[in-house]
């Protein structure tokens, strides 16, 4: 059998090209405290119900309906095949509104969210937890994961379930993707140090349901007290064998599932595709205790740990917050803003998304919420034109060329974006951030990216507006053509028919010669007004 | 308790770079300071005025086009863009060339080819160069009257400070003093004059302007602009790959003919140690504007610069060809980089 | 001489022959220049160029007959990458023709108001309004490309053209404004805003 990318997968650390050394400010909130703190219930919980990639969700509650903790308050929309995953209510109460409200997203519009106004009782619906999960199969695993509305926690949010969906007997590493590698955040390593066991119980159903041979917890290099936790925690479920913890080298953006595969395994994950074809399933270690959770306890992803960092923040630290909370309690449970504070970012410095407020909710995307100073937001320097210095091709993981795309943006040139591969752009920020003449690359490359999607959505809609416009003049053409055989043919027959018989026998052959080309015509036109036309 | 904040939200990432345009040039400048040292040491202060004019000349210039484009004035000046061109040309043209020498050599390097275009990290060539073609091709006399360095009996006569100055501005040289007396060939000229009346490597290095493995003085120049340079690699403000392809292509180009024939074919030391070629590879083509930005595109680029200043040295018209060689290959820079795209993630080649 | 002009006719043999084969084994089929014209075209379908759709207008220009400024909805994209293709100066648009609109809209019928009158139905050059006769039309709103052609035949005046909304889904980062002073840093990058 040929040798499978995954094979020695673990055994020697590789490269992948570029990344930065960031100074990664960790200490500031790591484990501190351990465990982690709850927050109190807020006044009101804001839950968006698109809080993942894909299509809305369907809400299955109405306004004044008395919820529970725990309870499904919308499901994955039917519509289309895009993934959707279930929102829960995070503690019990009523729902007050249903309403389009300000979502944590870097346009500031408004999205769909349900209110709820928690009673005090934090009274849990009646749980579904499972004895053995060695009796589960494939298809209960990822319906229970389903359920339980878990999506990627890293801060992709894809779905799980989707995620987990045609992978069985595939795979056979799994990674579990413990490196945080953008400074502040620190919200996986205080999982692994305080729950370490849940996150190898959930390695552990992943490995016996989908017959997974081989787990990996990537860490970073400094977090050296995670290592010892966990070794513990696989002596603890006799996983030795299975289940191994590599540190990798703290280098940005090493977190990335693509540059941590190939640190891991020296493989790149082929364009277009995904990390299965190289038989290699990654999940965040949050992620995989959520699975946990869910499958064991049957308990749904209603809130999830939290880092609350930076200058601006008077006591960092990392807390349990539930989904909705509004952004404000995290921060006054931390002790509230330091007078420097100049911008709240949801996520970490380099990929974060900046707030406008902190009203805004905290979803299931938020790993972090960073409050930056002047001192640490102000550029020393205005933008400068580019010197072509080539830093930012060095640092680049996905192997671009930043300044030439750069230009090309400027430029409006989208067409030449495809041959430059803009889409294998990461917006991991390293470019940006070595910039000496502090052009902001990772915006260009945004709004690069916007322009390619709605031309290529754009030029799809005028293929299909052509082609309809196209079938339509065929198809007046052909009732045109139609009709004058038919005046034709009337004619004749009235100039050929002298008797009474004659003339009813022609207007017979008429009636029956305009039933077939009504029948001839019908399918057609059908099909050409109707709606699921495929260009 | 709940109050509400608002802030101002723009894209990530949210640290602004730590470098700046001018931080990089600055460091560039640093580093020339050894090389610049020791070339006074060897040549006399008429160094030390070249650079102070052509520095004047060229921040007088940057400050009248910018002022012309309508761009920020003090932004652009404080990038010392204009200083580090200024500085490089100074370095190139002889200790006591008049002073308008430096004059049209700046107009060409900071008018010509860099804001006519269009300024800071549009020219295609580099500025330092052009000027020092301009004034070589335009003043050929001037440019050749080279002194003879410390060490020699002929510096015994070299003039003071007041002196040189004296000359730069008047032309002419103090009374007791004549230009043949003090002109001294270059090492590079008498090689190449040397081999072209097929004398002996061996015969032609008995001169006294030869030094132990390259010229008198000049190897030792060289010596402190690699100093410099290397402590610009270390700093990462220029990465390795041009000097080292410079300078490995240059011996691996020279090695075989000196092993084949030593006696008419000079050591390849001799040819990084003579000339510009050390300043060459470290400042001037190292320039990012000009130059490369991929790594493979940078080697292909030394060792462009690198054939091409071997080919002038030995069979075109001018000892030394850093200048002409690193301007050629400032017109392949583009055509380079095209072909040298990295491959990005995931994708076939 | 003689050798001269013998070498020379054949030469102008060889390669007349060989332009000959080229010009068979290399033929295009169509009218490559107007297939070029109408892929930027934004196939609206709106005839506010004169012409009866984009494919008939793509015809005209690609013969010379019509200036590429007649196309409102294309805007100044569309004539700058028409110039483009062309080798042609840019030109601002005909006014004459209409005005390009900065959002793109769809139509709507005002169902309540509807007769069922079909005329609408006829009009539309993509097949995008659903209906029969007597019975209440609706407009696809995926299908509609906005060329307004619905609204003048209909006799109740019912249908309304709306700009398509800017969502979340849907929305993208604009251009960056790119900042060139020291002032504006501390406007825009330090400074709280509310």
């Known amino acids: ?98 309403e389009k409200r300000p979502v944590p997203h870097p346009s500031g519009l408004n999205s769909l969210c349900i209110v709820l106004q928690p009673d005090g009782k934090d009274r849990w619906v009646e749980l579904e937890p499972v004895d053995d999960y060695r009796k589960l199969d494939c298809d209960e695993l990822i319906q229970r994961v389903q359920a339980a509305g878990i999506v990627g926690l890293g801060g992709a949010v894809f779905p799980t379930d989707i995620k987990l969906q045609g992978t069985s007997c595939l795979i056979n590493t799994l990674i579990l993707n413990g490196v945080e590698c953008e ?248 470019c940006d951030y070595v910039c000496p003449s502090h052009i902001p690359l990772v915006d260009y490359f945004r709004y690069g990216k916007g322009e390619q999607r709605a031309q290529a959505k754009e030029k799809q809609e005028s293929d299909i507006a052509r082609l309809r416009f196209e079938r339509r003049e065929q198809r007046l053409e052909k009732q045109q053509a139609e009709r004058l055989a038919r005046h034709q043919r009337r004619k004749r027959a009235l100039a050929g028919s002298s008797s009474k018989k004659d003339s009813v026998a022609a207007a017979i052959a008429r009636a029956k010669a305009r039933k077939q080309v009504l029948a001839a015509n019908q399918p057609d036109t059908n099909s050409e007004t109707g709606k699921g036309e495929n260009s | 308790m709940n109050f509400s904040r608002g802030f101002n939200n723009m894209g990530s990432p949210h640290l602004p770079p730590e470098n700046t345009v001018g931080k990089i040039m600055l460091q560039v400048l640093l580093a020339l300071l050894p090389g610049i040292a020791a070339m006074t040491w060897f040549f006399g202060a008429g160094i030390l005025i070249q650079i102070a004019l052509s520095v004047l000349f060229a921040v007088s210039l940057e400050w009248a086009m910018l002022k012309l484009h309508g761009k920020p004035v003090r932004l652009f000046l404080s990038d010392y863009s204009a200083v580090i061109t200024a500085i490089l040309f100074a370095l190139c043209i002889p200790p006591l060339a008049p002073w308008w020498i430096s004059l049209i050599g700046m107009i060409a390097a900071i008018v010509v080819a860099k804001h006519l275009y269009g300024g800071l990290g549009q020219n295609v060539f580099n500025p330092a160069m052009v000027a020092y073609v301009v004034v070589l091709i335009a003043f050929p006399l001037e440019l050749t009257r080279w002194l003879p360095p410390r060490g020699l009996a002929e510096a015994e006569l070299l003039p003071g400070l007041l002196q040189s100055l004296q000359t730069i501005f008047s032309g002419h040289l103090p009374v007791n003093l004549s230009w043949d007396a003090i002109t001294q060939a270059t090492p590079l000229d008498l090689l190449k004059d040397g081999v072209e009346q097929n004398r002996m490597i061996s015969e032609i290095r008995r001169a006294p302007v030869f030094g132990n493995y390259g010229g008198r003085g000049w190897e030792w120049i060289a010596n402190f602009y690699a100093l410099g340079g290397i402590w610009l690699i270390w700093r990462r403000v220029i990465s390795w790959h041009i000097p080292v392809a410079i300078i490995a292509s240059v011996i691996i180009l020279t090695l075989p003919a000196w092993l084949y024939d030593p006696s008419s ?64 290959m400032n017109m392949f820079a583009p055509l380079i980089d095209r072909y040298t795209r990295p491959r990005a993630y995931g994708k076939p080649r | 001489m003689t050798a001269a002009v013998i070498i020379l006719t ?173 002032s504006e840093i501390a406007d825009t990058r330090g400074e709280e805003v509310a």
């Open chain 1, 1 to 98: 059998m040929a040798q499978r990318p995954t094979d020695n997968i673990g055994k020697y650390l590789h490269n992948f090209p570029g990344g930065l050394k960031l100074r990664h400010h960790k200490a500031l909130s790591c484990c501190k405290p351990l465990p982690a703190r709850y927050l109190p219930l807020s006044t009101e919980y804001c839950i968006p119900v698109s809080q993942h990639l894909g299509q809305p969700a369907e809400v299955v509650v109405s306004v004044g309906q008395q919820v529970k903790k725990g309870q499904a308050l919308s499901t994955p929309g039917k519509t289309g095949n895009a993934p959707g995953a279930f929102v829960h209510a995070p503690t019990s109460g009523e729902i007050t509104a249903i």
């Open chain 1, 183 to 430: 400074p502040y955040i620190s919200c996986d390593e205080t999982l692994m140090k305080q729950a370490p066991g849940k996150i190898i119980e959930g390695a552990l159903i992943l490995c016996h349901v989908f017959k997974i041979e081989k787990v990996i917890i990537a860490i970073e290099d400094p977090m050296d007290v995670c290592n010892l936790e966990l070794e513990q925690s696989i002596s603890e479920f006799n996983a030795g064998d299975c289940v191994e913890v590599i540190r990798v080298p703290m280098l940005y953006p090493e977190g990335g599932e693509r540059q941590l595969i190939q640190v891991l395994s020296g493989h790149e994950v082929p364009a277009g595709q995904l990390p299965i074809s190289l038989g290699i399933l990654v999940q965040n270690v949050a992620t995989v205790a959520a699975i946990r959770d869910a499958v064991i306890d049957g308990i749904p992803l209603i809130e999830r740990l939290v880092t609350v960092t930076g200058a601006g923040i008077r006591e960092p630290q990392n807390v349990h917050a539930r989904i909705g909370t509004p952004i404000a309690d995290l921060v006054d449970f931390c002790g509230g803003y330091t007078a420097g504070i100049a911008r709240l970012v949801m996520g970490g410095p380099l990929m974060g998304l900046g707030l406008r407020n902190d009203q805004l909710p905290i979803i299931k995307a938020s790993n972090c919420v960073l409050a930056l100073t002047h001192a640490d937001i102000t550029s020393t320097q205005p933008e400068m034109p580019c010197i072509n210095c080539g830093n930012c091709v060095s640092v680049c993981p996905a192997g671009l060329l930043p300044q030439t795309l750069q230009t090309v943006i400027r430029a409006e040139n989208f067409e030449a974006l495809e041959s430059l591969n803009l889409d294998a752009c990461i917006e991991c920020g390293c």
């Open chain 2, 265 to 328: 074919n000079p050591i390849p030391l001799e040819h990084i140690f003579s000339g510009a070629l050390v300043l060459g590879a470290f400042f001037i083509a190292t320039d990012p504007v000009t130059g490369c930005a991929s790594r493979r595109g940078k080697l292909i680029f030394g060792l462009g610069v690198a054939l091409l200043t071997l080919t002038i040295r030995l069979w075109g018209g001018y000892p030394d060809g850093v200048a002409f060689a690193v301007l050629l």
């Open chain 3, 10 to 182: 054949l030469l102008a043999l060889i390669f007349g022959l060989a332009l000959g084969y080229a010009a068979i084994r290399f033929r295009i089929e169509g009218n490559p220049v107007a297939d070029e014209i109408e892929a930027i075209l934004p196939q609206t379908q709106c005839a506010q160029c004169g012409y009866p759709g984009c494919r008939p207008y793509a015809e005209a220009i690609a013969a010379e007959e019509a200036e590429i400024n007649r196309c409102p909805p294309g805007g100044e994209a569309g004539i700058k990458q028409l110039a483009e293709l062309l080798g042609k100066d840019i030109i601002p648009l005909d006014a004459d023709v209409g005005i390009e609109k900065a959002l793109p809209e769809v139509a709507i019928i005002h169902e309540d108001v509807c007769i069922g009158c079909t005329k609408c139905i006829q009009a539309c050059p993509v097949d995008a309004i659903l209906g029969a006769a007597k019975q209440m039309h609706t407009v696809i709103a995926t299908e509609c490309t906005g060329c307004e052609l619905c609204i003048p035949p209909c006799p109740v005046d019912c249908i309304d053209m709306i700009p398509t909304k800017i969502d979340i889904t849907n929305w993208h980062w604009g251009k960056p404004i790119p900042i060139t002073t020291i």
